[in-house]
């Protein structure tokens, strides 16, 4: 399935959704492989078979193969570690000040450039709705140079993905 083929499985109520991955598609603010890494680092975190298939169909080839690794090793770190400074900064204590004791090696070596790894971090973050690891996240890659425009445009992927899955997942359970 192509991100065309996802866009007309959206259902007319999410016309929306499909006009957003359309433009989304070829925002200019980020490289293209920042543009790429997000659609997929946002797919992989949504959880949807048919849009991971169809975001990995469309922007997998716009990536190297060391990058690809990276997007997916974005998206598997970050879900450990959303849901860990998630619970330690909501719920405080002795938690946050407590060491992590998980290994997170490759957020020193991601295999692409940091500024890169740490955008789809920001993306995945945002859809797993830490709010600690997004402020972090977005420190770094300001930081590196990135503007508050690009990270906003990861955002906007990442929301927007999430929706199309959450749509068609929908679809999906209606139908069966």
Known sequence: MSL?????????YAKDQKLNLGSLAAEPSLTVQQRAGTFIVSALASRNATVTRAILAEFGPQLSAEALAAAKGAASIM??????YRFTHLVGGDYPSMPAKLRMNIM???GV?????????????????????????EKVVKHAGLTSEQVQAAVRI?????????TIEAEEAAAA
């Open 108 to 110: 020193a070596k991601p």
């Open 113 to 137: 450039e940091k500024a890169d790894f740490e955008l789809w971090s920001l993306a995945v973050s945002a859809i797993n709705g830490c709010g600690m690891c997004m402020e972090s996240h």
């Open 158 to 166: 990442a929301s927007v993905v999430h929706a199309a899955a959450v």
């Open 79 to 84: 879900g450990m570690n959303n849901i860990y």
């Open 4 to 12: 065309e083929a996802l866009r007309n499985a959206l259902p007319e």
